[in-house]
Nanobody
Framework: VQLQASGGGLVQPGGSLRLSCAASGFNFDNYAIGWFRQAPGKGREGVSSISSSFGRKFYAVSVKGRFTVSRDNAKDTVYLQMNSLKPEDTAVYYC?????????????????????WGQGTQVTVSS
């Protein structure tokens, strides 16, 4: 199982970035995928998650309305479109495979529910 996150970088407040998570080594269609982030000195925070086949989406309150998660099962890739970025969005962003196909509310943001993690990509929002 491999998950490769990419697309991070330095962006000004109000700007946009699109993160990608390329998966391999497993049947991508059968698993939900989540995005987490970790800022310096803080714990890992659930950002968003998307279920396998029904496309059900979950978002943290702090990013709802600004971030959009999507997936392309033909390319085994999940995307996180991040708009209206704020300095408090600065963190290392990770994608992870949920230990099932469809997370339920209250479970999607729990790191222990994910069994495989990518290496992370740095997002820095600063002027």
């Amino acid at each position: 199982v491999q998950l490769q996150a990419s697309g991070g970088g330095l962006v000004q407040p109000g700007g946009s970035l699109r993160l990608s998570c390329a998966a391999s080594g497993f049947n991508f269609d059968n698993y939900a995928i989540g995005w987490f982030r970790q800022a310096p000195g803080k714990g890992r925070e659930g950002v968003s998650s998307i279920s396998s086949s029904f496309g059900r989406k979950f978002y943290a309150v702090s990013v709802k309305g600004r971030f959009t998660v999507s997936r392309d099962n033909a390319k085994d890739t999940v995307y996180l479109q991040m708009n209206s970025l704020k300095p408090e969005d600065t963190a290392v962003y990770y994608c992870a495979r949920f230990s099932g196909s469809n997370p339920i509310a209250g479970m999607w943001a729990v790191p222990s529910q994910y069994d495989s993690w990518g290496q992370g990509t740095q997002v820095t929002v600063s002027s």
